[in-house]
């Protein structure tokens, strides 16, 4: 008998027991890729030093998996650990056999998840001199424990070396192209399907629901009566619709950022990037996607200055993400902004001159669902008993009387902002009746009022937009609120 038969033979003689059981981490045990993770960190925390990230790589993939690692600090506590694989991993331990962690991520932040964690006997990871994946994994496992004398679960392409290495194969949440791959293997064991990313996912991720906030843009057609010009209203479904491009891949990046802060919230950590359902890597691919076809076909299809309103918009949101909703006050009223930026992209697609009353209506109406959401959010931590600031904001719960005294008295200037509207002499002429416009008035007194008490009470569960267009009475008020225009047209 041959020597390499010989080897084989008293591999698989070998007990159970003593079969080292080898677990990949990124897209295996972990419903993520901490590359990606640390990226992502780092991008929030440093965005003026993002070039580093190339200069890094230029030099090789180990070592911009030490910088990144050097450089960022993720709580691994909190990344989506696949539950399947952990309790794979603690039926093997329960057997008595070796766990060994082998990865291709920064051996510092392999610790961290084995000391985490407590179920590994050894980790394998990259280094400086070698990059744990691939062949160097392969080769590293076969010294260690020889040809077939382990068993190995992992996920990718990369790791079919490995498979054909191993005495069994487990296979995780497997893509199409593995699974057709995995095919001329005879070692594997069942694959392991873990929660579909599917369409479902992508609408959650995009926030397709969110696009209802897109019909600011038809305000300043309403307000000028041109809603039946059918030209201007095709340009008003064209803007909405890449505007919705834009603001999807604007929550796709903010999502990617705040994967942390996420995580740590009582609703978001249900988001699709913090669980791990969708990969960064592929949300990192569909932003600029979507920038590009909507700035693309706004340049196309719509005039010069709703692209110039767009890009803006798309700046300001990045600049919200990266630091603005971390800063007290701007924060708000940069989501102010953000929403009347919509009625001014209107204008601009329209060609219709927006008023100063309209203007300032949407600033003060819009700063005080702003701060509606940032009362819920410390609503929650107040209840929770936290006296520290809500995860990414800068405000404490003993910030939350104070800011519901700005809010409910931006509402109501909103309301202030309405009633002088009335008395404009430019309102005389586009209504025949303006004056039945002051029953408007009570109406939105009656539902900033609402909205408050409501939120006072915990109640307020969604934006408050969101909540709006959920809400059977505040329909009713709108309808009345639409009613009131008309009858005053």
């Not at 942390?260 to 950590?269: A, F, S």
């Amino acid at each position: 008998m041959s020597a390499p038969q010989q080897a084989l033979q008293s591999t698989t003689k070998r007990p159970e027991a003593s079969i080292p059981f080898v677990v990949d981490l990124d897209g295996t045990l972990l419903k993520s890729d901490v590359l990606f993770e640390c990226a992502m960190a780092f991008i929030r925390s440093q965005p003026w030093r993002c070039f580093s990230l190339l200069i890094w790589f230029i030099q090789g993939k180990a070592y911009l998996k030490k910088q990144l690692a050097q450089s960022t600090y993720i709580d691994v506590s909190l990344l989506p650990y696949d539950p399947d694989v952990l309790a794979m991993i603690e039926e093997q331990r329960s057997l008595g056999r070796q766990i060994v962690l082998a990865t291709a991520s920064y051996h510092s932040l392999a610790r961290r998840i084995g000391e985490h964690l407590q179920l590994f006997d050894d980790i394998l990871a990259t280094r400086l001199e070698c990059n744990l994946s691939g062949h160097h994994k392969r080769d590293l496992l076969i010294e260690l424990f020889g040809e077939q004398g382990f068993d190995y679960v992992g996920n990718s392409l990369e790791d079919l070396k490995i498979w054909r290495a191993a005495r069994h194969a487990y296979v995780v949440s497997p893509s199409a192209s593995v699974l057709i791959a995995i095919k001329n293997l005879d070692n594997v064991v069942q694959p392991i399907i873990s929660a579909a990313t599917g369409l479902g996912e992508w609408r959650k991720a995009l926030r397709l629901h969110q696009w209802v906030k897109n019909a600011l843009i038809f305000v300043p057609l309403l307000a000028a009566h041109q809603i039946a010009n059918p030209l201007l209203f095709w340009h008003g479904l064209l803007a909405f619709l890449f505007f919705g491009l834009c603001a999807s891949g604007v929550y796709v990046l903010n999502d990617l950022l705040d994967l942390e802060d996420d995580r740590r919230h009582p609703t978001k950590r249900a988001r699709p990037f913090a669980r791990g359902h969708l990969s960064i890597k592929s949300g990192l691919m569909i932003c600029p996607l979507l920038l590009i076809a909507s700035l693309g076909g706004a340049w196309l299809w719509l005039p010069p200055q709703f692209v110039l309103v767009l890009a803006f918009y798309y700046v300001l949101t990045l600049a919200y993400s990266l630091k603005l909703k971390r800063v007290m006050t701007l924060d708000v009223i940069t989501l102010a902004l953000l929403y009347t930026l919509r009625i001014i992209a209107g204008g601009a697609a329209f060609n219709l001159e927006l008023t100063a009353w309209m203007l300032a209506f949407s600033m003060f109406i819009f700063l005080s669902l702003a701060l509606v959401k940032r009362y819920t959010e410390l609503l929650v931590v107040s209840r929770r008993g936290g006296a520290d600031k809500a995860s990414g904001r800068d405000y404490y719960p003993a910030d939350m009387a104070m800011l519901s005294s700005l809010g409910a008295a931006s509402g109501y200037l909103a309301v202030m902002v309405l009633a002088l509207y009335i008395r404009d002499s430019a309102t005389v002429v586009l209504y025949d009746h303006p004056q039945i416009i002051w029953l408007a008035c009570p109406l939105l007194l009656f539902w900033v009022t609402r909205v408050w008490i409501l939120t006072h009470r915990g109640l307020m569960k969604d934006d408050p937009v969101v909540f709006a267009l959920k809400d059977p009475l505040s329909l009713i008020v709108g309808a009345l609120f639409f009613l009131v225009f008309w009858g005053a047209a």
